[in-house]
């Protein structure tokens, strides 16, 4: 085979990959055996046909702010977040509801996250939802035990590795933000680009393009100066332990008119599509860090302080 047919080759695989993960939801992948939120297949079986899902380091986990450990992260950066027109595609692949762009759409234009003590910069795959059947539920990470009504995760790669289906094979392959969403009274806009339109994607396998612009910097909180950072996993099988996670402290907000249109799509079983978030896994001794705008203040005066004291020491 010549190089440029076995780079053609190359190639060619990536795409199918990417494809197939954006196809399914990258935390929807992980084999052929048929997984559910309820019943015989619910998260406590997983671990029978995805022996990951029993690892030391799966997500999602319940925060504990007063135990969380203060680090001096930079701020984080987005970059082409505000940017973003009617390019987006929504697509119910059976356990949850999918924001991907064209395969096609500008590098220069793809949404990017980095800085915030992340390694590397890394590129936006897709954005999908996790709610409950009622407002108390639904969220995936808790906080002290405690679950919002639903829960936004910002899936990105790994840029060093080229590709989604490339990254998804290494420790470091993905960063996801998670966005947590409380009940409000007022409808937000920022939703309405996609509440508007659930109504074409009720069915598994069903998909459609967004109708208005979304903005996907509208969809995080207006502050990002506090999240939680740790080490973890998919929230789905496979379970692989490939994920940064960066949760948000603050939350954004819904009206449960908004988060109704959420819970009359129907999953794979033809059921109506609920509850989809995994229960939160054992910490394991894992580390939890905390950034905040007071983290690099207090660093700053300790650093300060420490020489004054030594002094006075003497």
């Not at 190639?11 to 993960?21: D, K, P, T």
């Not at 936004?152 to 290494?170: E, I, M, Q």
Request: aromatic share 10%.
């Amino acid at each position: 085979m010549s190089s440029r047919h076995s780079t053609m080759l190359k190639e060619a695989v990536g795409v199918f990959s990417i494809l197939i993960l954006m196809a399914t939801g990258i935390l929807a992948s992980g084999g052929s055996h048929h997984w559910a939120y309820s019943g015989e297949d619910d998260p406590s079986h997983w671990y029978n046909f995805y022996d990951l899902c029993s690892g030391n380091k799966q997500s999602p986990i319940d925060i504990v702010p007063s135990t969380a450990k203060p680090q001096n992260f930079l701020p984080i950066h987005l970059g082409n977040y505000d940017t973003i027109g009617k390019s987006f595609t929504l697509i119910n692949n059976g356990h949850t509801v999918l924001l991907s762009l064209p395969k096609n759409y500008a590098d220069y234009r793809m949404p990017f996250v980095r800085d915030g003590g992340l390694t590397n910069q890394f590129i936006f795959a897709q954005l999908h939802f996790h709610w409950g059947a009622e407002g108390d539920r639904g969220s995936e990470h808790t906080v002290n035990n405690k679950h919002y009504a639903a829960e936004l995760h910002f899936v990105h790669f790994n840029k060093k590795y080229g590709s989604l289906g490339n990254a998804t094979s290494h420790p470091d392959g993905l960063a996801v933000l998670g966005v947590f969403v409380e009940t409000s009274k007022e409808d937000n806009p920022a939703f309405d680009p996609i509440t508007s339109v659930l109504d074409h994607v009720v069915h598994e396998g069903h998909e459609w393009e967004l109708n208005e612009t979304l903005s996907l910097r509208d969809l995080l909180p207006e502050s990002l100066s506090k999240f939680y950072r740790y080490m973890g996993s998919l929230t789905t099988p496979g379970c692989q332990e490939i994920v940064v996670w960066t949760v948000f402290a603050d939350p954004i907000t819904a009206s449960e008119s908004q988060l109704a249109e959420f819970r009359q799509l129907l999953g794979e079983d033809g059921e109506i599509l609920v509850n989809n978030y995994r229960p939160a896994q054992p910490l394991m001794g894992r580390t939890v860090h905390v950034r905040s705008s007071s983290t690099k203040m207090i660093a700053s005066l300790v650093a300060f302080l420490l020489p004054i004291v030594a002094v006075l020491a003497l």
